[in-house]
């Protein structure tokens, strides 16, 4: 696997979390606590791998360039800012979220988790257009 790899690697990781989020919110709506636990592990575990494969990336080869003009552009730029600030407020809600569930402090896990799950689904969907926008539809040609 080669570093240019790794932005397709990534986006589908991400894509993985969101469906993994998406199937334990509907667990935990149902009542079902061990497959809202089983499926937040899988996200948990596929965005510890997006995480490695995210850091060793940037680390490699910096930030991607953005080829789009005209009113894409401001669009593109609104929806990056919003994703990494999003994903440095998750960096900090995910470990609190996922710790008041260990400690079995539910009542507290719930008060948190409604504003962690849909900030951490904006991060992994907007992650996905994120890149979409940049690798496939607008991608810098350097001209």
Do not use: Q
């Not at 079902?32 to 791998?49: E, P, Q």
């Not at 552009?73 to 800012?81: E, K, N, Q």
């Amino acid at each position: 696997m080669e570093i240019s790899d790794f932005p397709h690697v990534i986006a589908g990781l991400n894509a993985l979390s969101v469906l993994f989020l998406m199937a334990a919110y509907l667990y935990i709506r149902s009542g079902n606590r061990d497959k809202h636990r089983m499926a937040m592990i899988c996200a948990l575990v596929v965005s510890g791998f997006f995480l490695i494969f995210y850091v060793i990336y940037k680390a490699n080869s910096g930030f991607a360039r953005f080829g789009g003009e005209g009113l894409v552009r401001p669009l593109y730029f609104t929806l990056l800012i919003t994703h990494v600030l999003g994903a440095i407020i998750i960096t900090v809600m995910v470990p609190i979220t996922v710790w008041r569930a260990f400690k079995g402090n539910f009542t507290h896990h719930r008060k948190i988790a409604r504003y962690t799950w849909p900030l951490w689904m904006w991060v992994g969907v907007s992650g996905v257009g994120v890149y979409v926008m940049t690798v496939h539809l607008f991608p810098y040609t350097g001209v």
